[in-house]
């Protein structure tokens, strides 16, 4: 009987740090549980018992966290996937939404866009450090610095 209690204070606790916008990572809110003092094995049989009915979905997680990251934000699919295994979205699922993310070379070339667009001086060093940073390959980064410069 107290590890069924157990299971639905941990339950409770979980609904509360959820809320109504279901956009919560199955990581967070593990973490949120064992901060709270609940044990590791209770935490994850929360976790999986809200992932059964829908109330925790990582790829709804994922897509959410994607959308945050737009113009001058935007990052390469690489970076993508450790922003996701930093909001404790699932390894696996975490690879799966960087693939379906646009292409680097794309999104490379709109990031300059968004944070060069319209200045009449920019350094090609200036770019090629945001786009590194930004997770993008120094060769990728070359080619969008040539490209952006011909538009």
């Not at 956009?23 to 992932?51: C, H, I, P, Q, W």
């Not at 120094?138 to 410069?149: C, G, M, N, Q, S």
Request: hydrophobic residues 40%; positive net charge.
């Amino acid at each position: 009987m107290i590890d069924s209690d157990a299971f639905h204070r941990a339950r409770e606790l979980a609904v509360a740090y959820i809320g109504i916008d279901h956009s919560k990572s199955s990581g967070r809110v593990r973490d949120n549980l064992r901060k709270k003092g609940v044990d590791d094995k209770t935490a994850e049989r929360v976790v999986e018992y809200f992932k059964s009915i829908d109330y925790i979905d990582d790829r709804r997680a994922a897509r959410r966290v994607a959308r945050r990251y737009k113009g001058s934000r935007l990052r390469s699919r690489r970076a993508m996937f450790y922003v996701f295994l930093q909001n404790g979205i699932d390894r696996e699922i975490a690879e799966d939404e960087a693939k379906a993310l646009d292409d680097d070379r794309n999104t490379a070339l709109e990031l300059c866009d968004a944070m060069y667009a319209g200045r009449e001086e920019v350094d090609d060093l200036d770019m090629m450090k945001l786009l590194t940073r930004r997770g993008y390959h120094a060769a990728l980064a070359l080619d969008v610095i040539k490209e952006f410069r011909k538009s």
